[in-house]
């Protein structure tokens, strides 16, 4: 199913009171099950070759669609959010209990062990881990590019930290957040290096949709220490292709159907 088609299927409309949130959790908070449908979401979806699966999702962002995707621009966090919505349906179609996780780079797990091992180990028991790797399609490909994603990070220590954050998250107004925001969303970026580290690519390597649920978050968190914040109606009205999305349709998770767990006992800012 294209973007489109699955907007369409799956509407930006406030859940009903029989439907549960999808807490999104920290991929090192994650039970085994949860981690298990998570993974089998990303197998099921790197199975296909059609509109459902893992390439066309991740060829939405770059190559080889018109690079939908919003860099430097008032779009960037709103964007990503619709992306990351319209992405964890779809995985959601294949396995009903995945739920998309986030990846605390600033965790004290992170600055000592980098990438965490759920996305970092290439097996899992005897088969390859769906989180670690993927095949970048052919039409995709640019400049005999390699097949498959790769990484090179840089010393966990050199992640962004908390105290980083903290600064970021006291910045009333929205426009100056997020143009802070998505320096520190590059900076991981180019740590991860690699596949990680191109647009058009980047989308590719599993881990992209960790740290930007990561992203999203730290927005959520900058929403409820900001419950009020002035944002142009010429913003809050601007479509969000290739979703039939506008920013003022995002602002809102829990109409989205989703809500972010409390971290851990040391969680960026208290929930």
Not at 5 to 21: F, N, V
Not at 60 to 75: A, E, F, K, N, S
Not at 125 to 153: D, F, I, M
Request: a neutral charge.
């Amino acid at each position: 199913m294209s973007a489109h088609a699955h907007a369409h299927a799956h509407p930006a409309s406030p859940p009903s009171q029989a439907r549960a949130l999808r807490h999104r959790k920290s991929v090192e908070n994650l039970s085994t099950a949860q981690l298990k449908a998570l993974r089998d979401s990303y197998a099921a979806a790197e199975a296909l070759t059609d509109d459902r699966g893992f390439g066309h999702w991740a060829g939405i962002h770059g190559l080889p669609l018109p690079m939908y995707c919003q860099h430097g621009t008032r779009l960037f966090l709103p964007w990503h959010r619709a992306y990351l919505y319209f992405f964890e349906l779809a995985l959601r179609d294949l396995v009903p209990d995945a739920v998309l996780a986030w990846w605390d780079w600033t965790s004290a797990g992170s600055h000592a062990n980098g990438i965490p091992a759920a996305f970092a180990d290439a097996q899992v028991g005897n088969n390859p881990n769906p989180l670690y790797q993927t095949t970048v399609p052919p039409a995709a490909r640019q400049n005999n590019q390699p097949q498959e994603t790769s990484r090179s990070p840089g010393s966990p220590g050199d992640l962004p930290t908390r105290p980083q954050v903290q600064s970021v998250l006291s910045l009333p107004d929205f426009l100056d957040f997020q143009g802070q925001l998505e320096q520190i969303h590059n900076s991981v970026h180019v740590w991860v290096g690699g596949t990680m580290g191109e647009i058009p690519w980047a989308a590719y390597d599993p881990i992209f949709f960790a740290h930007h649920t990561m992203i999203d978050r730290l927005w959520r968190l900058w929403q409820i220490r900001h419950p009020n914040p002035h944002l142009p109606s010429s913003l809050l009205n601007q479509a969000l292709p290739p979703f039939p999305m506008t920013v003022a349709q995002t602002l809102d998770i829990k109409g989205l159907g989703y809500a972010y767990a409390a971290a851990t006992a040391h969680a960026v800012v208290a929930h």
